[in-house]
């Protein structure tokens, strides 16, 4: 019996004779994955066998099921014992995003929080720090971009990589040293 799960993660796709493509995944239950090409790639055909990594879950097969815009569906293909670990790793995830902050990174609070985002077909947000690490950053606003979207915070590139109720979270592609990060770093 599945149960829902509502998980989104990052990923990548490769369906034989073809090249990995970067994805992203929305994951509701252990049996079905509904995945979304980020990157230039095939979309498999109906029938065709896929193997799938997933962030934070693993590899996993399947078959495809059908076609959406842009992405398709795949059936996950384990034994039960396979399939009782992916839901575990499932309900593991959606337990930690419940939970209080697991961030690895030390986290402050600049002065300058103001910063412009850049977002895809060159619009422009405004945003507000709600904290900043070395790695990463969360950012208060009202549009949000979708988790895999490369967005540029300030003059920083960067990838969100959740959203939270007020807005998103972001990875850098380049982090800040130590020595240049502090309470009055600008972005």
């Not at 970067?22 to 079905?32: E, N, R, T």
């Not at 959606?94 to 690895?104: F, L």
């Not at 971009?145 to 959740?162: H, I, L, Q, S």
């Amino acid at each position: 019996m599945a149960t829902d799960f509502n998980v989104t993660t990052l990923g990548r796709y490769c369906s034989p004779g073809a090249d990995d493509v970067q994805c992203l995944a929305d994951v509701s239950s252990a049996d079905f994955i509904e995945l979304r090409r980020l990157s230039a790639g095939p979309l498999p055909k109906i029938g065709t066998h896929v193997a799938c990594y997933l962030d934070n879950i693993g590899l996993m097969d399947g078959v495809v099921l059908h076609g959406r815009p842009g992405g398709f569906v795949f059936q996950v293909v384990a034994n039960p014992e396979r399939r009782s670990r992916i839901e575990a790793r499932l309900a593991w995830l959606r337990t930690a995003d419940e939970q209080d902050d697991q961030r690895k990174a030390t986290r402050i609070v600049p002065v300058h929080r103001q910063v412009q985002v850049l977002l895809q077909g060159a619009r422009v947000a405004e945003a507000l720090v709600a904290d900043l690490s070395m790695t990463g950053a969360a950012l208060l606003l009202e549009k949000r971009p979708e988790v895999g979207a490369t967005v540029t915070v300030g003059k920083r590139y960067a990838t969100v990589v959740r959203h939270t109720a007020e807005g998103i979270g972001v990875a850098f592609r380049m982090p800040f040293g130590p020595l240049t990060f502090n309470e009055r770093v600008i972005l």
